[in-house]
């Protein structure tokens, strides 16, 4: 270990007090310089390089990158599934965010109460955010499968015709939504349920003295107090839904014509199956500014609601 | 064992100078007791002391040698903290050895230690629990116990008692002091309590705003304050001190270069009834509030000095109406511009001049 | 409060179609893995299969070199775990305890790091990789997570609450830092150390995403990898053959889950991320 070597220069009382005092100073960048190492490498250096990129028309296998200017950027803005993929990742994020955080609050009131059954409820609709996203949409292709699907069963149940859940360009990004809430809903609750239990008691004690009403109580306390939570929620969520991949990939591949493609699979299309480097890292560039101003505009409010406290 | 000394010591933060040029020694062995209003640098100083902090001019030298620039641990020091600072996820016994440890004392010689000192401080039976299962004091001894074990020339308290409850810092301040007298080491002690600076140390230097205002012992501090801080900050109610003007109507002749003057709540006598005795100024005054303490009382009182604290062991005084204070004229202090005592000069002197509390 | 029957009831029946919703997927993938082909293929969908099908657990071990991409699992999880602590502790100790020039700096550059995908940042990434000539191996899949900014910010957080006086104690009593670090900040800071180990454990466990597009072999890929290409498998979807597949990367999880609920819960719900 590197602190060992304090121990040795203290043996010579010669040297120890410069050898001590130049080794203070360099620890902490020593500490440090293996994470910062990395950072540099898989993090700093690759944004950078991707804006490089994103400037150049190159396809992966040619020795030289030509430099295109801004030609990456405006063919897209012009590409017609581009601007599906990103008014599909819109559509996508806002439903997805929308009824997670909907049904969550919802939830999370009802099953924030103590007792061996609510905290089995809690885990048993926490337990799809820990299994794999591979299982998760393999199991949901299953269910939604059009021919002997689960989902189609119990619709059939109810009267109601088979639906072409991932099959139909009406129904495939809605369905990618609907696994989107299956998975999250669960996070989101104990979150809530968090944050539920830690307003003060005695606001609600006190609230009843002065004979508040329950709904107003809700309205009046409840809300306010969980709107860090809940915006910290709707920003994690949109963050998220903007990345969204696996199932994706997984159950749609994209289609049906290209009804669900999104951001992240847009840039994987076109840089690992159409070797369009530059397109693909100008694609990242807008996900990288969309996810930017996300990421400020969570701080901004955030710092300020702590100054307000 | 050994002598501490300061030399021409600075300490500035952000260019607040929060130490100011002090040069102090502290002797061999004694129990020495750095006391002060907070902020005044007594914290800091102890803290330099110990290496925690480097001074921004100055030397400092503990037994004969210059240790500025050498570590904390090798300055032969041991520090009992304020909150006590036990390794929490240590038992008893790891808190105490895990300085001979580091030290690579063998571990049979560790153990022997470790029970030895365990039986002077009393913690024979704790030492396989955790911090987080003893009481305060006993949280205080095993602070002190691996302080002990180290065999230290010099020990360093930082306001070791502040953190229990009234009676057991009483009884730690006994034991504290026969723990010094048993061990014979210097000890530094630093304190914003002027009760437990006048109790333990055999020297008190007392503080402020990064200055040494008075460096004596106990008694001397109490009887011959150096300054009108040391006078106000020892003693309970504080000195009372007014200044030249108000006096003036009282003494026919106040001496030159005297700008204040002070006198102990205790020194006052109050009577219900004018008694003209000689030597003291007697004032006629008005009992504003008084604190019935059992054994003594507290009165604050109005005359045309002003408005002053009388300490008396007396009887207390049920009304609240007319009264006359007396104050003996050889128990007055008087104090220079600067805020210094002016030593050589005794106003009983002009006894016979006393004009009496007559309006 | 008292509540009437009528409501118990219907919060009863309320909190049992609730949890249906989330374990009927699981009842079902369970069912799956043990139908026959045929049976997997009638409508209306029969739940309990006539002979326990063991067999599509072997069949889908065998569709590929599942052994192979089980080590790789272990491997890349182990390693990034290792290596993530390796790299926090130190970092997190800097950051909260010594002040250095640029420190604000080098903790603003984690904060970013934080805030990045490997979304967002796999297709540099990857020519990145491939020019060092480490694309394709397990390396590709252990260094980028080699240490992770959100370790060390929560660690950080957990090291700045020891009071100053403790550090100050050790240090009078011969402690190197070392020491420090080992012998007392690290058991105090123990359930964050538990909350990273099973997060970083479940994330790169269940990883998908990045092994998907940094491999193009057998030789580096991993269970999730393996268990996906179930389904490319001879033309067409056996679904009992897929399920099996699955069941054997859920069950696991599913069985720490149950053991470590409480502490799992909290890794995710506390540290908020994803």
């Not at chain 1, 002065?210 to 809940?230: A, E, N, Y």
């Not at chain 2, 004091?137 to 409850?165: C, H, T």
């Not at chain 3, 999880?253 to 994803?274: D, N, S």
Request: with cysteine; net charge neutral.
């Amino acid at each position: 270990m590197a602190f060992a070597k304090v121990q040795v220069d203290m043996e010579e009382p010669k040297t120890r007090q410069q050898s001590f005092i130049s080794w203070v100073k360099v620890r902490p960048y020593a500490m440090i310089f293996p994470a910062i190492l990395v950072f540099a490498l898989f993090f700093i250096y690759p944004i950078g390089y991707m804006i490089y990129l994103s400037f150049h028309d190159w396809n992966f296998v040619s020795p030289v990158k030509d430099f295109v200017g801004t030609a990456n950027f405006s063919y897209l803005l012009n590409d017609r599934d581009f601007r599906e993929v990103i008014s599909n990742s819109f559509i996508y994020t806002f439903f997805t965010v929308a009824l997670t955080i909907g049904i969550s609050l919802l939830l999370a009131i009802w099953l924030n109460r103590s007792g061996k059954l609510y905290s089995f409820m809690q885990a048993s609709i926490f337990s799809p955010h820990i299994i794999s996203l591979v299982s998760v949409s393999m199991l949901w292709m299953w269910i939604m499968d059009g021919d002997y699907g689960l989902l189609n069963w119990l619709l059939n149940l109810i009267g109601i015709d088979s639906v072409a859940w991932l099959t139909s360009p009406d129904y495939a990004l809605a369905s990618l939504i609907l696994v989107a809430v299956w998975k999250g809903i669960g996070f989101n609750t104990l979150v809530f349920i968090a944050g539920l239990q830690s307003i003060p008691k005695d606001l609600y004690e006190a609230a009843e003295l002065d004979h508040t009403p329950p709904w107003r109580r809700f309205l009046k306390i409840t809300v306010p107090m969980l709107s860090p939570t809940l915006f910290f929620l709707t920003i994690i969520g949109v963050i998220n839904s903007f990345q969204v991949f696996e199932t994706i990939n997984l159950m749609t591949g994209g289609g049906p014509i290209n009804s669900t493609n999104t951001f992240v699979y847009y840039i994987y299309e076109y840089g690992f199956q159409f070797f369009k480097i530059g397109y693909a890292s100008a694609a990242g560039v807008i996900l990288l500014i969309i996810l930017s101003v996300l990421t400020l505009v969570y701080f901004k409010v955030l710092s300020k609601r702590v100054h307000y406290r | 064992m050994a002598e501490i000394r300061l030399e021409n010591i600075s300490k500035t933060f952000n260019e607040d100078c929060v130490v100011k040029n002090i040069s102090l020694t502290i002797k061999d062995g004694s129990f020495t007791v750095l006391v002060g209003p907070s902020g005044c640098g007594k914290s800091t100083i102890l803290r330099m002391l110990a290496g925690f902090e480097q001074q921004t001019e100055g030397n400092i030298w503990i037994d004969g040698k210059l240790v500025n620039d050498l570590a904390p641990s090798k300055r032969d020091i041991a520090m009992v903290f304020q909150n006590y600072a036990l390794y929490p996820t240590m038992t008893v016994r790891g808190n105490i050895e895990f300085g001979l440890a580091n030290r690579k004392v063998p571990k049979i010689e560790r153990q022997q230690l470790v029970d030895e000192i365990a039986g002077i401080v009393g913690l024979t039976d704790h030492l396989n629990k955790k911090p987080d299962k003893l009481s305060g004091g006993q949280r205080q001894r095993v602070a002190l116990a691996r302080a002990m074990v180290k065999k230290p020339k010099v020990f360093i308290l930082d306001e070791p008692l502040s953190n229990l409850d009234a009676k057991l810092r009483t009884q730690m301040r006994t034991e504290l002091i026969e723990l010094h007298e048993r061990l014979g080491t210097t000890f530094v002690y630093v304190t914003h309590d002027q009760v437990e600076a006048m109790s333990m140390g055999d020297e008190i230097i007392i503080l402020n705003k990064g200055e040494v205002q008075q460096k004596a012992a106990p008694i001397e501090v109490y009887q011959n304050p150096g300054n009108v801080f040391a006078a106000e900050f020892i003693g309970q109610p504080p000195m009372n001190v007014f200044g030249r003007d108000a006096f003036e109507s009282v003494l026919e002749e106040v001496p030159e270069g005297v700008s204040s003057i002070g006198f102990r709540p205790e020194h006052a006598e109050l009577a219900l009834e004018t008694r003209n005795v000689p030597h003291m100024a007697e004032l006629e005054s008005e009992i504003v509030t008084l604190e019935t303490l059992g054994a003594e009382t507290v009165y604050k009182v109005k005359n045309r000095i002003g408005m002053m604290n009388i300490r008396s062991f007396s009887t207390p005084i049920p009304s609240r109406g007319t009264c006359y204070v007396s104050i003996p004229l050889e128990k007055l202090h008087p104090f220079a511009a600067d805020g210094s005592a002016v030593p050589d000069t005794d106003l009983s002197a002009n006894k016979e001049a006393v004009l009496h509390g007559v309006r | 409060m008292n509540t009437s029957p009528i409501i118990k009831v219907l919060n009863g029946l309320g909190l049992l179609m609730l949890f249906l919703i989330f374990a009927i997927p699981f009842i079902w993938m369970a069912s799956t893995a043990f139908k026959s082909l045929g049976e997997t293929m009638t409508f209306p969908p029969v739940w309990i299969p006539e002979t326990l099908q063991w067999q599509n657990f072997v069949d889908a071990w065998n569709s590929g070199p599942f052994l192979k991409y089980f080590i790789n699992s272990v491997v890349v999880t182990l390693a990034i775990l290792v290596l993530q602590f390796a790299t926090i502790i130190p970092a997190a100790y800097a950051f909260a305890r010594y002040q250095f020039p640029l420190k604000n700096f080098f903790f603003a550059l984690t904060m970013v790091c934080l805030m990045i995908p490997s979304q967002l940042i796999f297709l540099p990434v990857y020519l990145n990789l491939s020019s060092w000539g480490i694309l394709d191996t397990v390396w590709g899949l252990i260094l980028p997570f080699a240490t992770s900014a959100f370790g060390i910010f929560l660690l950080r957080q957990s090291f700045m609450q020891v009071p100053e006086e403790l550090l100050e104690a050790a240090r009078l009593d011969d402690a190197t830092e070392w020491q420090i670090i080992r012998k007392i900040m690290l058991p105090l800071a123990k359930p964050v150390l538990i909350t990273l180990a099973l997060f970083s454990f479940i994330a790169h466990w269940n990883d998908y995403f990045w092994p998907l597009v940094m491999t193009t072999t057998d030789q580096a890929r991993t269970l999730p990898l393996g268990i996906a290409m179930l389904r490319q498998v001879e033309g067409g979807a056996s679904w009992n053959i897929v399920m099996a597949g699955n069941m054997l990367l859920v069950v696991p999880i599913l069985v720490i889950f149950f053991f470590a609920q409480r502490h799992i819960i909290r890794a995710f719900v506390y540290t908020g991320v994803k």
